[in-house]
Structure formats: structure tokens, C-alpha cells
Antibody, heavy 121, light 107 residues
Framework: QVQLQESGPGLVKPSETLSLTCTVSGYSISSGYYWGWIRQPPGEGLEWIGNIYHSGSTYYNPSLKSRVTISVDTSKNQFSLRLSSVTAADTAVYFC??????????????WGQGTMVTVSS | DIQLTQSPSFLSASVGDRVTITCRASQGISSYLAWYQQKPGKAPKLLIYAASTLQSGVPSRFSGSGSGTEFTLTISSLQPEDFATYYCQQLNSYLLTFGQGTRLEIK
């Protein structure tokens, strides 16, 4: 079955760049679907960060757009998130997920388990 | 940006109860709305998409309705495993947004 797994540092210093990778197994990214990142600060709700299509087309949350880059590496079946100039407000659990868009948008149907990233010196 | 407002933010109910959660959009989104369930320490789970279509494997006690700006998620008879936080998400544009969540707790 399709599985997603986030990986990356759990601690990032303020002003530095947060980098996470999502490895997809059981499905080839280049076959289709959009792939996305969502985050959740401790005790708070979900915030969509952005999506990428296998072709490389990206869509970002306007509130984060100036600091976010999402990229895809089809050869490794991975997609990645980079968030620059982080502050304590970027401390959150970061999820990667598959966005189903088949005739109509269906939402994020498969999720990774999430990875906690803390921004602190 | 399309804003989503869920009500109530907190709901206390008993096993067997029928509960309804509302999600209102700041502008019309046709039927492009999804509902998720999230349990503590876990990733969200897709329950419903296209406002009323049940995701595969989701129990039939869950149902969704609505279109335009007002949507509801109904659980017909609460089971112990249903106590969780529920989020709506609009899918009307490529810029996605979530509601703030409704926490459903055992009375």
C-alpha cells in the first residue's frame, strides 16, 4: 500500500532554514497526484503549507509563500520542503500527504505520521 | 483567501448521541469540501470529500451535506472511537484552507 514518511532535523535554529523530505513508497510520484505539506503547531489546528505536482508545478499558502520552497525528486520518489528564516512560530508537527485530484478534488487521502520540528537556539 | 469557520469549537456528547458539526465558508465553494478526523498524536484521516461522499472504509454513521457556504458533518450514533478533533477543508481553489477544528469529547 502507499506509505509516506517524513524525515529531517528535529531541531532548527532561529533564522536558519528548515528542510524536510517525504519518501513515498508503494506508488511512483511521477504517475500522478499532487503531494503536499501541512503543519500543526502544538495544541493548535492544521495549516496547509503547499502542494506540488509531479511535473513540478507548485501552490503555496500565501502567508508562507515568501519563505517556502517545495520540490520533487522523481528519481528518488521523494518530495521536499524548505522553509527559510524560521522563528519559534514555525515550531510544529510537519506532515506530508498525498492530495487526491481525480476528476474532482478529494483532499489529502494518505498521510505520513508527522515529524516534530522545534525552532530553538 | 477563503476562510472556514467551524462551530462549535468544542462539543461534549455521550456514546450513542447524534452530533452535528457545521463549517461555514467565507465565499461559495460549491461542494468542494472535505472532512477529517484527527486523534491525539496521529495524522488526520480523510472521512468525507465532495461535501457528502464517504471515503472508502469510513463507517456509514458518518455523513456530510451542504453546498455553497454551509456544510455539516453528522455522526448518527457516537461510538467510543469517534471522540477526536474534526476539521473541514475547502478544496475550491489551489489555495487550500482548513477550519479551526471541533474537539469532540466524552460527556
Amino acid at each position: 500500500q502507499v506509505q509516506l514518511q517524513e524525515s529531517g532535523p528535529g531541531l532548527v535554529k532561529p533564522s536558519e532554514t528548515l528542510s524536510l523530505t517525504c519518501t513515498v513508497s508503494g506508488y511512483s510520484i511521477s504517475s500522478g497526484y499532487y503531494w503536499g505539506w501541512i503543519r500543526q503547531p502544538p495544541g493548535e489546528g492544521l495549516e496547509w503549507i503547499g502542494n506540488i505536482y509531479h511535473s513540478g508545478s507548485t501552490y503555496y499558502n500565501p502567508s508562507l509563500k515568501s519563505r517556502v520552497t517545495i520540490s520533487v525528486d522523481t528519481s528518488k520518489n521523494q518530495f521536499s520542503l524548505r522553509l527559510s528564516s524560521v522563528t519559534a512560530a514555525d515550531t510544529a508537527v510537519y506532515f506530508c500527504a498525498r492530495f487526491a485530484l481525480r476528476q474532482i478534488p478529494r483532499g489529502f487521502d494518505i498521510w505520513g505520521q508527522g515529524t516534530m520540528v522545534t525552532v530553538s537556539s | 483567501d477563503i476562510q472556514l469557520t467551524q462551530s462549535p469549537s468544542f462539543l461534549s456528547a455521550s456514546v450513542g448521541d447524534r452530533v452535528t458539526i457545521t463549517c461555514r465558508a467565507s465565499q461559495g465553494i460549491s461542494s468542494y469540501l472535505a472532512w477529517y478526523q484527527q486523534k491525539p498524536g496521529k495524522a488526520p484521516k480523510l472521512l468525507i470529500y465532495a461535501a457528502s461522499t464517504l471515503q472508502s472504509g469510513v463507517p456509514s454513521r458518518f455523513s456530510g451535506s451542504g453546498s455553497g457556504t454551509e456544510f455539516t458533518l453528522t455522526i448518527s450514533s457516537l461510538q467510543p472511537e469517534d471522540f477526536a478533533t474534526y476539521y473541514c477543508q475547502q478544496l475550491n481553489s489551489y489555495l487550500l484552507t482548513f477550519g479551526q477544528g471541533t474537539r469532540l469529547e466524552i460527556k
